[in-house]
């Protein structure tokens, strides 16, 4: 290679990707800032990750480029950055470009002083912007230092003002609010195509998982719509891998015909979620192969030796986005031969294609049942399509993530009763321990090469409580209960404010940077502190801890009026605003076959259902209960459990009463 710099030596891919620009970047760390401040030169924090398509275009436009290159190299120290690795230090350059802009996104170019403090921030600059930008930092830099400086004092009180939080007295939760927030959400929705209105679409899975739970209060015949117009296109459309299972980062058009081709792990572990839900709520059987295809895809493409899963799919191949999945029309004739007028109508294919004059596949009727040629047609091009070069594996492992698609895994499992499904999370579980999970008490978020590091946020601790409670929910192993536990404890140690009730995203322990941020809006991913407040509820209620119920009941108070006005970015918190309104069952279950009796529940959707069993003092509502053979199932509520029923749809009529 021409040129290498001191990216060579990490581990990231999104870094690597960069070790042989003729930008001299160095990763972010105390040398690297001790760099800039010795030799008094600007910053440039530039963000991004593996799979971002821009990041890509940016990088062969101007990080490339041996001009841009030396203007850098000159006046500049450039710090390269992974937004996955360093959530936190995104977050702060994200408010600044959205503090002076009103929009964000990645690429994120953040032109900073020596000490980290931004004083310009943007996205995506093709080559002759970016160098205008460096030229004009770089005088204002040498002959007005005082206006800089104040730009950058005011930027970061912007960017800590958002923090302050104020104690409030906890209203009375009512339906009221429920009935708001879910009118709120489907306010956005496209009840044609399904997601929000407009373009581009994002699948947003948390705020179907919060209308499913909606609608089972309701029975509400618009949210059911809602949701299954959103499932059926999404599954028949181009953002959905038709072929290989697996669904793509979202579509550029309102229809889900065409996507940004990258494949994300907390998209699909989230999607898994929601499509094994809607399954047990619906039977729909398009949605159980949903579920299946994209584990599939997960277990072929994302998993690894470790049962640990890798984060991302790039959306490029031989330099072109999409390149890997689409098809030529020609090309298709000849794989399919006899078949093919068949095949074409169902996909609708054309000569002239639907992306750059190639095909990619989607179905035209959103109800098409698979038939056994239809799964024949798959592997005859899944087969063909391997002979290709693939894009390119972000492997690395994220904690959080790995919960997240370790909570599919289970919720798969619930729905269909596959037994592998079950196997998988549970050696994603111990994986998790054994490589993230420190002798402190504290979690790691990065695994690379057999090494983690990197402090773990608040998601990383958040996602894998609740991964745990729900592989305790479903085996009734103590020891999962217990690592969420002692996992809630470091985070009410670590992360919580007691004074301003909410969760910092950084854990005390970690790096200090310019600002501590929360992080409290769900988007594509929910928000940590959304997370950990259901965590805290659920774990109070099953151990009779007021103090954790009190403090998701505090927290929740701060977002009342945005969950009932904007809920399509706070479906999460609606989700335990309906909990603390209509208090969740504990559902307890005694005796030798207790772990078949849960998943005999697995058949149907309970969203307001939470289940103990095992042997364990930690558990009230399992205590005083008699010990015998038989299988019993006690109903509780409000710390109080009733006669025990001995089947599983005897027990579910004392819910329904």
């Known amino acids: 290679m021409q040129h290498t710099n001191a990216l060579i030596h990490e581990s990231s891919p999104y870094l690597l990707q960069h070790a042989h620009n003729p930008v001299n970047w160095f990763a972010w760390n105390e040398k690297t800032w001790q760099k800039a401040h010795a030799e008094n030169k600007l910053a440039i924090v530039s963000i991004g990750y593996s799979a971002c398509h821009w990041c ?19 006046h500049f120290v450039s710090i390269k950055v992974d937004r996955e690795e360093r ?148 599954l028949a ?27 994300m792990l907390y998209d699909n572990a989230q999607l898994v979620s929601l499509y094994a839900q809607a399954f047990q709520l619906t039977k729909n059987n398009n949605y159980e192969r949903i579920v299946n295809e994209t584990l599939a895809f997960v277990a072929r493409e994302l998993t690894g030796k470790y049962s640990n899963f890798y984060a991302a799919l790039d959306a490029d191949s031989d330099g072109e986005e999409g390149k890997f999945y689409v098809w030529n029309y020609k090309e298709l004739q000849q794989l399919l031969g006899a078949e093919f007028e068949a095949f074409q109508e169902i996909y609708s294919i054309t000569e002239n294609g639907n992306f750059e004059g190639q095909n990619h596949l989607q179905l035209r009727h959103t109800n098409t049942p698979h038939t056994k040629q239809i799964n024949r047609w798959k592997q005859i091009l899944l087969t063909e ?62 695994f690379k090469n057999n090494k983690s590091n990197i402090h773990g946020f608040l998601d990383d601790y958040a996602f894998s409580i609740d991964a745990f409670l729900s592989l305790y929910e479903t085996t009734f192993e103590t020891s999962w ?49 959304s997370a950990m407040a259901k965590n805290l509820y659920k774990l109070g209620l099953m151990t009779e801890n007021q103090d954790y119920i009190n403090i998701a009941k505090q927290t929740t108070q701060h977002f009342i009026e945005a969950i009932t006005t904007h809920a399509s970015f706070y479906a999460n918190w609606a989700i335990l605003l309906r909990w603390l309104t209509n208090e969740p069952y504990i559902i307890a279950i005694t005796g030798n076959q207790a772990t078949d009796i849960k998943r005999q529940f697995g058949q149907h959707y309970l969203p307001h259902c939470f289940f103990v069993g095992g042997k364990t003092n930690l558990i009230p509502a399992l205590q005083n209960k008699p010990t015998s053979e038989k299988t019993l199932i006690y109903i509780c509520k409000n710390r109080t459990c009733g006669l025990p029923a001995h089947h599983v749809e005897e027990a579910l009529q004392q819910i329904q009463s």
């Open 385 to 446: 399509r391997n002979k290709r070069n693939r894009p390119a594996l972000d492997d690395k492992t994220l904690t959080a993530w790995n919960a997240l698609m370790l909570k599919g895994y289970l919720d798969a499992y619930a729905a269909t009763g596959i037994e592998s499904y079950l196997n998988t999370a549970i050696q994603n579980g111990n994986f998790i321990l054994q490589h993230q999970h420190i002798g402190s008490g504290a979690l790691l978020r990065c």
């Open 87 to 234: 959530p936190d230090i995104d977050q702060i350059y994200m408010e600044a470009a959205q503090l002076i802009s009103g929009r964000g996104g990645w690429p994120l170019n953040a032109i900073c002083l020596p000490d980290g403090r931004p004083v310009y921030a943007g996205t995506y600059f093709p080559k002759q912007n970016w160098m205008q930008i460096l030229q004009f930092f770089e005088y204002e830099f040498k002959h007005n230092l005082n206006k800089m400086q104040e730009q950058a004092e005011n930027l970061t009180y912007g960017i800590s003002a958002s923090e302050n939080f104020l104690p409030k007295e906890v209203p009375v939760f009512t339906n009221e609010y429920n009935n708001k927030a879910a009118q709120s959400l489907l306010n956005t929705q496209d009840f044609t195509f399904g997601g929000r209105v407009g373009a581009p679409k994002f699948p947003m899975p948390i705020n179907y998982i919060f209308l499913l739970q909606h609608h089972y209060f309701t029975q509400s015949n618009i949210t059911l719509q809602a949701i299954t117009t959103t499932l059926n296109n999404m």
């Open 481 to 529: 209960l217990a690592a969420s536990l002692q996992l809630c404890h470091y985070c009410l140690e670590h992360f919580y404010d007691h004074a301003k009730q909410i969760f910092y995203y950084t854990d005390q322990a970690g790096e200090t940077l310019i600002a501590r941020k929360t992080e409290t809006s769900d988007n594509v991913i929910p928000a940590s502190n």
């Open 237 to 263: 459309g181009g953002i959905y891998d038709q072929i290989g299972g697996g669904f793509a980062r979202y579509s550029v058009d309102a229809q889900w015909q065409i996507p940004h081709f990258e494949k």
């Open 56 to 74: 890509h275009v940016m990088e062969h436009e101007s990080f490339e480029d041996t001009e841009v290159a030396a203007l850098m190299n000159a």
